[in-house]
């Protein structure tokens, strides 16, 4: 049993998805939610400044996202355990945001009890992963022996893959470049590297391969 009240800081550039998690976490008797935060930036901050117990992190927002987030507050708030939230079951990142140092990972329609069941086990010392990511993390290696299952972007860095998303998502170079605090130069090294690794030779390019691999959904929201 959790001896203590449990604090949690929620990190989701939704307001309504923010507002949610607050309303349903306020039922539990020994949960408190002592911050909010839109943006990985504002969750490291946060999570400095308030020192929760765990931090329900949306895998995808704006600036930094949730892997470069996770691996900052590993080092810089190591008391403070990381919950991923996704919006997809077959989402790309939870092996990055597990060996980022997350230690849960939910998708975003789980039920109010897995939650606390996530929120009880991350704040107790375990790891917890829902049933339909576990079976995508235990199907992937199976999954790549196969030519048709192995997925070029594989090869890239956590930072090279998270410049690809935010190009595949129409943003110009100088956009990337302000939210990820780098300058335009950087951000263009980073393009060519990725270019060359998977193949291609333009932005649209990238997002043919990236739909061909399910990286990206047009009309999807995180």
């Known amino acids: 049993m959790m001896i203590g009240t449990v604090s949690i800081l ?11 998690l607050r309303h349903m976490l306020a039922d ?3 949960f408190t939610v002592v911050g909010e935060a839109a943006s990985g930036e504002e969750a490291l901050d946060k999570a400095a400044e308030l020192k929760p117990d765990v931090v329900l992190m949306d895998v995808r ?3 930094m996202g949730g892997i470069e987030a996770t691996t900052r507050m590993e080092r810089r708030s190591p008391c403070t355990k990381v919950i991923a939230l996704t ?5 790309p990142f939870p092996d990055l945001l597990l060996e980022a140092g997350a230690r849960g990972f939910l998708t975003k329609d789980s039920g109010l009890d897995e939650l606390v069941t996530a ?4 704040r107790g010392g375990n790891h ?8 995508e993390l235990a199907l992937k290696p199976l999954r790549k022996r196969t030519a048709s299952g192995h997925s070029p972007f594989d090869e890239l860095s956590e930072r090279e893959l998270q410049v690809a998303l935010m190009i595949v998502g129409c943003q110009s170079v100088q956009d990337i470049a302000d939210q990820l605090n780098v300058s335009p130069k950087t951000v263009n ?4 590297r990725m270019f060359e690794k998977l193949g ?7 997002t043919l391969l990236a739909l061909r691999h399910k990286l990206f959904v047009p009309d999807g929201d995180a």
Not at 15 to 20: E, F, K, N, P, Y
Not at 128 to 135: D, F, G, P, T
Not at 189 to 192: A, E, M, S
């Open 10 to 20: 929620i990190a989701d550039d939704h307001d309504l998805v923010r507002i949610g």
């Open 28 to 30: 539990i008797e020994d």
């Open 61 to 63: 927002m704006p600036g």
């Open 87 to 91: 919006a997809c079951a077959d989402d």
């Open 119 to 122: 929120i009880r086990e991350v």
């Open 128 to 135: 917890y992963v829902c049933r339909r990511i576990a079976q």
């Open 189 to 192: 090294t980073y393009r060519y």
């Open 200 to 206: 291609v030779d333009s932005d649209v390019g990238l």
